[in-house]
Antibody
């Protein structure tokens, strides 16, 4: 059974960089059939797609975040990561990692991790 | 403001059917077959219920069905059950500029 687990600091200061890692178990991140993505959800609000990547390194970003986002992969550790720079308090949210079929859907999700942006 | 428009709430009695709409444009919902729907219970991660407009992943009851007409996609839940009460989100591929967008979500209440 595929499982995804987010990890990283739960508190980030404004203007700093948010960094999260998603560890994939029960399957290989090298699969040519799937993409891997990040989605966030502010408390009490809806879902927002941040970006997705293919194991080969191809990346796709939400244009509203593109200048501040980097998604990368470490195939040796079966992990992929999110970096979001210059964060503000409005970016306090639960951050999810997920597996997807290209950019069509996300079929496996991590449990999510709450990141609070506050000084 | 979300790229796709959903009604904030919907409701139905047990056993009834309810349909949730998701309205976009020809650049997303209307232009591609890549509409998906997610169910989210409080404090839980979203769960994929429908992909590619009308396909159901393994394990999703056939009470859930999806369709699309023009720029509007729909999720229908038939034979409502108490456990169907949740938030539902639609999503669509949005071309090579915006890539992927979500709706604002619909809270489904089972009366």
């Amino acid at each position: 059974q595929l499982q995804l687990q987010e990890s990283g600091p739960g508190l980030v200061k404004p203007s700093e960089t948010l960094s999260l890692t998603c560890t994939v178990s029960g399957g290989s991140i090298n699969s040519s059939s799937y993409y891997w993505g990040w989605i966030r959800q502010p408390p009490g609000k809806g879902l927002e797609w941040i970006g997705s990547m293919y194991y080969s390194g191809s990346t796709y970003y939400n244009p509203s975040l593109k200048s501040r986002v980097t998604i990368s992969v470490d195939t040796s550790k079966n992990q992929f990561s999110l970096k979001l720079s210059s964060v503000t308090a409005a970016e306090t949210a639960v951050y999810y990692c997920a597996r997807g079929g290209w950019l069509a859907y996300f079929d496996y999700w991590g449990q999510g991790t709450l990141v609070t942006v506050s000084s | 403001q979300s790229a796709l428009t959903q009604p904030p709430s919907a409701s139905g009695s047990p056993g009834q059917s309810v349909t949730i709409s998701c309205t976009g444009t020809s650049s997303d919902v209307g232009g591609y077959k890549y509409v998906s729907w997610y169910q989210q219970h409080p404090g839980k991660a979203p769960k994929l219920m429908i992909y590619e407009v009308s396909k159901r992943p393994s394990g999703v009851p056939d009470r859930f069905s999806g369709s699309k007409s023009g720029n509007t996609a729909s999720l229908t839940v038939s034979g409502l059950q108490a456990e169907d009460a949740a938030d539902y989100y639609c999503s669509s591929f949005a071309g090579t500029n915006n890539w992927k967008v979500f709706g604002g979500g619909t809270q489904l209440t089972v009366l």
